[in-house]
């Protein structure tokens, strides 16, 4: 099972920059798309995005899309997420879990249970 350790969220200012780091352990990090996604208070976990495993295919929710941009370093079992430009409405704990395409929308892997306790991002107005 993989055991996901979320950090680097913190309270910015709109317009500002955060990095969100997700180590992961276990061997088969290699063998999944990596995604991101976030739950704001009273809302449902939506995606973010996502990076396949090799590194080379990326995808993006519209609200981020030239905003965020997520990356991987599979040398240190780590995906990251660079936020920039970050908005009030961006303010939501942040996950990261092995993400497959189904049903027209990018998901956490079918049977994933093991989140970790995530990064909180605060943007203040």
């Known amino acids: 099972q993989v055991q996901l350790v979320e950090s680097g969220g913190g309270l910015v200012q709109a317009g500002g920059s955060l990095r969100l780091s997700c180590v992961t352990s276990?061997?088969?990090?290699?063998?999944?798309?990596m995604g991101w996604f976030r739950q704001a208070p009273g809302k449902e976990r939506e995606f973010v995005a996502a990076i396949n495993w090799r590194g080379s295919i990326t995808y993006y929710a519209d609200s981020v899309k030239g905003r965020f941009t997520v990356s991987r370093d599979n040398a240190k079992n780590t995906v990251y997420l660079q936020m920039n430009s970050l908005k009030p409405e961006d303010t939501a704990v942040y996950s990261c879990?092995?993400?497959?395409?189904?049903?027209?929308?990018?998901?956490?892997?079918?049977?994933?249970?093991?989140w970790g306790q995530g990064t909180q991002v605060t943007v203040s107005s």
């Open positions: 276990g061997r088969t990090f290699l063998m999944y798309t």
């Open positions: 879990a092995p993400t497959s395409y189904s049903g027209g929308s990018y998901k956490p892997q079918a049977g994933f249970t093991s």
